[in-house]
């Protein structure tokens, strides 16, 4: 039977891989919620969840976090693959201040990401956007001006559809919340 301490790693683990997986491809894939999902059931039913939420702290969090932003997909400002991911964060962590937390977090770190989004698209329409190519590295400016040079060409850039990697953004706040301390003594 795995332990507490196992399962608090694959759950890390789990959320390094949709941290990864978001802020590279801007999506997360059903088959690593389902992951998420199966490993907690595990440890709910095994004895081992490492929060030590019990059954109905767990469905009652899984159920906060999936209603709290499933408005926020119906206005089709977060993808589907983030209110899952929140929905299985829920599961784990239970209905608890931890859970807030991660949404706060992630939420400020989303926000800082469209600062960034919306000062570049504006950067890129000044003169300081050629100087700045001309000057940085060849593959820093290749991957930073690539879809004005395809757009200019004619020819169709990468396009990310989803400009904020949410769900990474909330992984990475619940990596640094339980780096930063044990959850389990304040659940």
Sequence with gaps: MPSPVLMMSLWLLWLIAIAVM?????????WMVLLGLGTGLVALAGGVQPFQVTAWKALLGMLAAFAALLPFYALRWMGAGDVKFAAVVGLWLGFSPQLLAIWIGGSLLAGLHGLCVLTWRRL???????????RLPLRAATALFAADD?????????VIERSIPYAGYMALTAIWLVLAGDPARTT
Excluded: E, F, H, I
Aim: glycine share 4%.
């Design 22 to 30: 978001d802020l590279r491809s801007r999506k997360v894939r059903n």
């Design 124 to 134: 890129r329409a000044t003169p300081t956007a050629s100087w700045l190519q001309a």
């Design 150 to 158: 395809c757009a200019a060409r004619g020819n169709a850039p990468r």
